[in-house]
């Protein structure tokens, strides 16, 4: 390993933990919600012989948002495929508030479902919608009746939509293998976008979802790259001397935050994407590193060890000031803001070890959201509403995930390989 690959990693120590070998899991969800709202999703009518089972896919995204509890099939006394074939009174009795039925039908090569969502007790109708879809996007038609219910109920709009993207690492030493995966945000779909005998880190998506930088050694230097992914075309962004390390790009998409070291110890810089130019925003003697966009983008976080451990700060773009934002524990890290701007997801070493924390930037108060102690790489969904991260489950890497309250946790399955990274894409349209 040659020595700036050592310098890296030793950076990498310092700021983040480690994680054990990967396995493929299912969805599951690992603790639930006490103030979840009974939801029941009933099975589309004529859909046994479909290779998927929408009513289910919807079921899962709902329950995994922490917002709703659906009822169990085998509790269902009916299964209404119509608003007129409701029974409120029955549905009522079961302590549903609200009820998902439809019909699934074929129309050429395409299917059509139909699907109403019904207010138990108000006993009306609060949507009401068909839908078209090819047999190979009928995932893709479950998580957009996922969106319309999730959004019909809340009034917040749907993420179930979206994509997340991960590193995996497999073998050992020499025979190491990297690779950067794409896939559903439930974790299905699961695509490999770029693999390699060098590491890849940091993987970030481009406003419009439609790039992702990161960062490889493939040239046995770390460089920042940008991967067009409908293409797979990708350009080298950076590749000064130092460190190239973790891209993260302005709401605009016009330019990318990065921390590089070419000028001495690693600093924070932006680079205007279509220029190439960088400037530098922070000058300290300490590690600068992992920065975010504020949603506004007038600034950023970051972890520095300026204090004598690693803590996050605030950088006003406009007057240049850093202000520390986190005091609570002596190690707090890669932060990222919920999309209101009003809090941050943090990594947090408390009692349990390494965990997923939220701060209300307002009072500051700091509240660690995970029970497990091996927690990295928070990502917060676009509308704000969960987290997953990377952790351990019984000596192996798994996809993690947290409602942004706390109370749902969930695990999401992944590409085999020690999983490393996830993040989380913006809304895709």
Same mark, same amino acid.
């Given at each position: 390993?040659?020595?700036?690959?050592?310098?890296?990693?030793?950076?990498?120590?310092?700021?983040?933990?480690?994680?054990?070998?990967?396995?493929?899991?299912?969805?599951?969800?690992?603790?639930?919600?006490?103030? #979840?709202?009974?939801?029941?999703?009933?099975?589309? #009518?004529?859909?046994?012989?479909?290779?998927?089972?929408?009513?289910?896919?919807?079921?899962?995204?709902?329950?995994?948002?922490?917002?709703?509890?659906?009822?169990?099939?085998?509790?269902?006394?009916?299964?209404?495929?119509?608003?007129?074939?409701?029974?409120?009174?029955?549905?009522? #009795?079961?302590?549903?508030?609200?009820?998902?039925?439809?019909?699934?039908?074929?129309?050429?090569?395409?299917?059509?479902?139909?699907?109403?969502?019904?207010?138990?007790?108000?006993?009306?109708?609060?949507?009401?919608?068909?839908?078209?879809?090819?047999?190979?996007?009928?995932?893709?038609?479950?998580?957009?009746?996922?969106?319309?219910?999730?959004?019909?109920?809340?009034?917040?709009?749907?993420?179930?939509?979206?994509?997340?993207?991960?590193?995996?690492?497999?073998?050992?030493?020499?025979?190491?293998?990297?690779?950067?995966?794409?896939?559903?945000?439930?974790?299905?779909?699961?695509?490999?976008?770029?693999?390699?005998?060098?590491?890849?880190?940091?993987?970030?998506?481009?406003?419009?979802?439609?790039?992702?930088?990161?960062?490889?050694?493939?040239?046995?230097?770390?460089?920042?790259?940008?991967?067009?992914?409908?293409?797979?075309?990708?350009?080298?962004?950076?590749?000064?001397?130092?460190?190239?390390?973790?891209?993260?790009?302005?709401?605009?998409?016009?330019?990318?935050?990065?921390?590089?070291?070419?000028?001495?110890?690693?600093?924070?810089?932006?680079?205007?994407?279509?220029?190439?130019?960088?400037?530098?925003?922070?000058?300290?003697?300490?590690?600068?590193?992992?920065?975010?966009?504020?949603?506004?983008?007038?600034?950023?976080?970051?972890?520095?060890?300026?204090?004598?451990?690693?803590?996050?700060?605030?950088?006003?773009?406009?007057?240049?000031?850093?202000?520390?934002?986190?005091?609570?524990?002596?190690?707090?890290?890669?932060?990222?803001?919920?999309?209101?701007?009003?809090?941050?997801?943090?990594?947090?070493?408390?009692?349990?070890?390494?965990?997923?924390?939220?701060?209300?930037?307002?009072?500051?108060?700091?509240?660690?959201?995970?029970?497990?102690?091996?927690?990295?790489?928070?990502?917060?969904?676009?509308?704000?509403?969960?987290?997953?991260?990377?952790?351990?489950?019984?000596?192996?890497?798994?996809?993690?995930?947290?409602?942004?309250?706390?109370? #749902?946790?969930?695990?999401?399955?992944?590409?085999?390989?020690?999983?490393?990274?996830?993040?989380?894409?913006?809304?895709?349209?």
């Amino acid at each position: 390993m040659n020595l700036l690959k050592t310098t890296w990693l030793a950076v990498m120590l310092m700021l983040f933990t480690s994680l054990a070998q990967a396995a493929d899991l299912t969805i599951e969800i690992t603790r639930g919600s006490d103030r #979840a709202t009974p939801i029941a999703i009933v099975p589309l #009518a004529d859909g046994e012989d479909l290779p998927q089972d929408i009513a289910q896919i919807v079921s899962d995204d709902l329950e995994r948002s922490g917002y709703f509890e659906p009822l169990e099939r085998r509790a269902m006394f009916e299964l209404p495929s119509s608003s007129e074939e409701v029974l409120y009174g029955d549905w009522r #009795a079961l302590d549903v508030r609200y009820l998902v039925v439809g019909r699934i039908s074929r129309d050429g090569d395409d299917y059509r479902i139909r699907y109403e969502l019904m207010d138990i007790s108000g006993e009306r109708q609060m949507l009401g919608e068909t839908v078209t879809s090819g047999g190979q996007g009928l995932r893709d038609a479950a998580h957009y009746i996922s969106d319309q219910v999730f959004e019909a109920i809340t009034d917040i709009r749907g993420a179930f939509s979206t994509r997340i993207a991960y590193v995996t690492s497999s073998g050992i030493g020499d025979d190491t293998q990297y690779a950067l995966h794409v896939s559903d945000a439930d974790g299905r779909n699961s695509q490999q976008i770029l693999s390699s005998d060098e590491p890849i880190m940091s993987p970030a998506w481009s406003p419009d979802g439609g790039k992702l930088a990161y960062v490889s050694f493939e040239t046995e230097r770390p460089a920042i790259y940008i991967q067009d992914l409908a293409s797979g075309r990708r350009v080298r962004a950076t590749s000064f001397e130092g460190l190239n390390s973790a891209p993260a790009w302005s709401p605009d998409g016009r330019r990318l935050a990065m921390s590089l070291s070419k000028d001495g110890q690693p600093d924070i810089y932006l680079m205007d994407i279509g220029s190439r130019d960088v400037r530098r925003v922070t000058n300290n003697s300490s590690i600068d590193t992992e920065p975010a966009w504020s949603p506004d983008g007038r600034s950023l976080l970051f972890t520095s060890d300026r204090s004598g451990g690693p803590q996050i700060y605030r950088l006003d773009l406009g007057s240049g000031e850093a202000e520390r934002l986190t005091f609570t524990g002596n190690y707090n890290a890669r932060a990222r803001f919920a999309p209101d701007g009003e809090a941050i997801f943090l990594i947090h070493r408390g009692n349990r070890g390494f965990q997923v924390a939220r701060q209300d930037l307002e009072s500051g108060r700091l509240v660690a959201l995970t029970e497990i102690g091996h927690a990295e790489s928070p990502s917060v969904a676009p509308n704000g509403t969960m987290v997953i991260f990377a952790t351990q489950q019984g000596g192996s890497g798994v996809l993690g995930g947290i409602s942004a309250d706390g109370r #749902a946790s969930f695990r999401l399955p992944a590409a085999q390989g020690d999983v490393r990274e996830p993040a989380w894409s913006p809304f895709l349209n």
